[in-house]
Nanobody, 127 residues
Framework: QVQLVESGGGLVQVGGSLRLSCAAS????????MGWFRQAPGKEREFLAS????????TYADSVKGRFTISRDNAKNTVHLQMNSLKPDDTAVYSC????????????????????WGQGTQVTVSS
């Protein structure tokens, strides 16, 4: 089992940057694919980025491609989301998630199959 705790959210001005962190418990963290999601009030949860267990494969949603970067440190059981050029539309609760499954299906559906979720951290972008 994996427990996930996000940190690094807060209030930032338009055009600013934030770096979110997700700390994972459990010895098997390095075997999980990791993803970042967000949910704004009144909207469905949105997939943002994923990284496979080794860090060799990343996928991004079009809405954040070129602005957000996912990374992981398996030695420290952490995954990060570097967010640059933030916009008011980026305001949401951001959550990390862990997925045990791998395979071609998840390569083409990177937002599916996550078993463990953190509670989320609020990001507010002010104009």
């Amino acid at each position: 089992q994996v427990q996930l705790v996000e940190s690094g959210g807060g209030l930032v001005q338009v055009g600013g940057s934030l770096r979110l962190s997700c700390a994972a418990s459990g010895r098997t963290f390095s075997t999980y694919a990791m993803g970042w999601f967000r949910q704004a009030p009144g909207k469905e949860r949105e997939f943002l980025a994923s990284m496979n267990w080794s860090g060799s494969r990343t996928t991004y949603a079009d809405s954040v491609k070129g602005r957000f970067t996912i990374s992981r440190d398996n030695a420290k059981n952490t995954v990060h989301l570097q967010m640059n050029s933030l916009k008011p539309d980026d305001t949401a609760v951001y959550s990390c998630a862990a997925r045990a499954y791998s395979g071609s299906y998840y390569d083409t559906n990177p937002g599916e199959g996550y078993t463990y979720w953190g509670q989320g951290t609020q990001v507010t972008v002010s104009s």
